[in-house]
């Protein structure tokens, strides 16, 4: 009469000596290869498998600034994707960013920048003004603030989009207030600045993109760019790139690098949508990708690509609110 519960296996037996271990270059994973072979007779057996770790959620970090101006609300998605509402500054938010220890930094509609605390879940965030009522400004209000990767500064561009004028790019020390202004050849066209690493600046201009040095002042010419007045990019500082192409309604990821050295040949990838770029944001380690789609008519789409496996669509959802625009950033 046979047993009833769960079979008992033996072990496997052991070599004596030989064993031989290959451990993956990420370090992530070891496989073990065990020489030996179960007695005829015996039912092979397996142990419970371990568990596969669940891949980081699309959405994870996820940071969206919905609406226009006046009506605009911010949307956070935790660690875990899950969504919550956070507070602005003020309703008047034109565009978001955000820095190392899950700070943001605001860009308002009147041309002044707040910066936050650290966003914490079932918090809200406490927001304060990134330069002093006193500091040392050009007159133009600032536009498209964001933190230097390693947050010690917040450069945003001081330019009147309404005007052919000057434009002034604006380096601002939240924690002891100092400011450094470097004045940019060129008219300013609505396009982010952009930090290739934290001591150099991409920015967009009429002429040309142009290359800044923060910390001598020097300037360089930049790799042109198919779209002039105002591209939608993204930096992964060392790793990757994303440059919209209105025309195509497409974003094309390449090496940063690369595209620094002046290589014009085929990206690495090419995400297309019958719509309109907005904005887009490479996650800092350039494994996710978000891009607002803009149709004709009705409300944005943001999707979520994930790199492995060559950038397919791991979400999509409707812009909150249904709007028709939406900026869009990482926490880090």
Not at 94 to 117: F, H, K, Q
Not at 314 to 322: C, D, F, H, I, K
Request: aromatic share 4%; proline share 11%; hydrophobic share 45%.
């Amino acid at each position: 009469m046979p047993l009833s519960g769960p079979a008992v296996c033996p072990p496997a037996p052991r070599p004596a000596a030989r064993r031989t271990a290959r451990q993956s270059a990420s370090g992530a994973s070891v496989a073990l290869a065990l020489a030996g072979v179960l007695t005829a007779g015996l039912v092979a057996c397996s142990g419970p498998e371990e568990a596969t770790p669940s891949p980081t959620p699309p959405t994870a970090g996820l940071v969206i600034l919905a609406g226009e101006p006046g009506a605009a609300t911010l949307t956070i998605h935790d660690l875990d994707g899950s969504a919550a509402s956070f507070d602005l500054p003020d309703p008047g938010t034109a565009w978001i960013g955000a820095g190392p220890g899950r700070r943001l930094v605001a860009t308002l509609d009147d041309g002044t920048v707040e910066v936050s605390d650290r966003v914490t879940p079932g918090v809200q965030p406490s927001w304060s003004p990134a330069a002093d009522a006193d500091a040392d400004l050009a007159p133009e209000p600032l536009r498209f603030a964001a933190w230097a990767p390693g947050g010690a500064h917040v450069a945003a561009l001081a330019a009147d989009f309404g005007v052919a004028a000057r434009l002034t790019l604006t380096i601002v020390d939240p924690v002891v207030g100092a400011t450094l202004l470097l004045p940019i050849p060129g008219e300013p066209v609505v396009a982010p600045l952009t930090w290739l690493s934290d001591s150099l600046l991409l920015i967009q201009t009429d002429r040309a993109t142009i290359v800044v040095d923060t910390t001598t002042g020097e300037l360089g010419e930049g790799p042109p760019l198919e779209a002039p007045g105002g591209t939608a990019i993204s930096i992964a500082p060392g790793s990757l790139i994303a440059i919209a192409d209105p025309a195509g309604g497409a974003v094309e990821i390449r090496s940063v690098d690369r595209w620094l050295a002046g290589d014009t040949g085929d990206p690495l990838a090419r995400l297309e949508a019958g719509a309109e770029v907005g904005s887009i944001a490479l996650t800092p380690s350039g494994d996710r990708l978000a891009i607002v789609w803009q149709p004709i008519d009705g409300p944005g789409s943001l999707v979520v690509y994930r790199r492995a496996d060559g950038w397919p669509e791991a979400a999509r959802s409707t812009l909150p609110g249904e709007s028709a625009r939406a900026a869009v950033d990482w926490l880090r």
